[in-house]
């Protein structure tokens, strides 16, 4: 009976939960151009508003290239400093890793207040890299912890024995280290990849309306009214990252990509 009632409250309180993205869900399939709930009618068209609206459209491109493109730099600038941290034991050297994360540990608007100030002090504000750079820099953090919890499960000896058979480091890398921690690399670009879809604040703090990403397009759209388009897209970002996170679950170690340890260590 004991285990009856908790079965119940978790799925009450999971229902509580989804509530939400159920009212979300159920707007976006109104027939009738409204945000009433339960939805009038069934219509998917809204969804393909997304795709068919030259509007919708260029701002669904923005925001991809834009995710993409921060994403990768984020893993470019995480991937040496990780690995940096791993080979070099010195004090010292945490002072790094406290640069890497200390974007993300900042409230957003403090952050996006710092890049607009920067970038509007240095005459870039406006231009599409100065939004890549900026969530690349935000969003650092991820695969850097990532990519640290890759390179601590790695053992060493696999490392001193390359080195031993005569391989520098170069070669280490490639051949040796980068096959045991590309899992890491994959989960690390993911994460960076979904936050930076959804992201808002940065982006609007760094280039304005010259590049409008979906999050900025939902935003703007509010002035005009409400559609069942705004909340298609974001059933489309829920779809998204769920899909993205569970392939990381699924190739993955996520309970170790999150931090837990196994019971051998």
């Given at each position: 009976?004991?285990?009856?009632l908790q079965?119940?409250?978790?799925?009450?309180?999971?229902?509580?939960?989804?509530?939400?993205?159920?009212v979300?869900?159920?707007?976006?399939?109104?027939?009738?151009?409204?945000?009433a709930?339960?939805?009038?009618?069934?219509?998917?068209?809204w969804y393909?508003?997304?795709?068919?609206?030259?509007?919708?459209?260029?701002?669904?491109?923005?925001?991809?290239t834009l995710?993409?493109?921060s994403?990768?730099?984020?893993?470019i600038?995480a991937?040496?400093?990780?690995?940096?941290?791993?080979r070099?034991?010195a004090?010292?050297?945490?002072?790094?890793q406290?640069?890497?994360?200390?974007?993300f540990?900042?409230p957003?608007?403090i952050?996006?207040?710092?890049?607009?100030t920067?970038?509007?002090?240095?005459?870039f504000?406006?231009q599409?890299?100065?939004?890549?750079?900026?969530h690349?820099i935000?969003?650092?953090?991820?695969p850097?912890?990532?990519?640290?919890?890759g390179?601590?499960?790695?053992?060493?000896?696999?490392?001193?024995?390359?080195?031993t058979?005569?391989?520098?480091d170069r070669t280490v890398?490639?051949?040796?280290?980068?096959?045991?921690?590309?899992p890491y690399?994959?989960?690390?670009?993911?994460?960076a990849?979904?936050?930076?879809?959804?992201?808002?604040?940065?982006?609007?703090?760094?280039?304005?309306?010259?590049?409008?990403?979906?999050?900025i397009k939902?935003?703007?759209a509010l002035?005009?009214?409400y559609?069942?388009t705004?909340?298609?897209?974001?059933?489309l970002?829920?779809?998204?990252?769920?899909?993205?996170f569970?392939?990381?679950?699924?190739?993955?170690?996520?309970?170790?990509?999150?931090?837990?340890?196994?019971?051998?260590e």
């Amino acid at each position: 009976m004991n285990t009856f009632l908790q079965r119940c409250y978790f799925a009450l309180f999971g229902l509580f939960l989804a509530m939400p993205l159920i009212v979300v869900a159920g707007v976006s399939v109104n027939e009738k151009q409204t945000l009433a709930f339960p939805p009038q009618g069934f219509s998917l068209s809204w969804y393909g508003e997304i795709f068919a609206n030259p509007e919708w459209r260029s701002a669904l491109i923005a925001s991809l290239t834009l995710a993409a493109l921060s994403a990768a730099l984020a893993l470019i600038i995480a991937l040496p400093l990780a690995w940096f941290l791993w080979r070099r034991h010195a004090p010292w050297a945490n002072v790094f890793q406290l640069l890497g994360i200390a974007p993300f540990t900042l409230p957003p608007v403090i952050t996006a207040l710092g890049f607009l100030t920067f970038w509007a002090t240095t005459g870039f504000y406006g231009q599409p890299a100065t939004a890549v750079i900026s969530h690349a820099i935000f969003f650092v953090t991820l695969p850097l912890v990532t990519l640290s919890l890759g390179f601590s499960s790695i053992d060493r000896s696999l490392v001193e024995a390359a080195a031993t058979m005569g391989a520098d480091d170069r070669t280490v890398f490639r051949t040796v280290v980068l096959p045991l921690i590309r899992p890491y690399l994959v989960s690390g670009y993911a994460f960076a990849f979904v936050l930076s879809l959804n992201e808002y604040i940065v982006a609007y703090m760094t280039v304005g309306f010259t590049l409008e990403t979906l999050p900025i397009k939902i935003f703007n759209a509010l002035r005009y009214g409400y559609t069942p388009t705004m909340a298609s897209v974001t059933i489309l970002f829920v779809v998204v990252a769920a899909t993205i996170f569970g392939l990381v679950a699924r190739f993955g170690d996520l309970p170790k990509l999150l931090g837990a340890m196994s019971s051998r260590e």
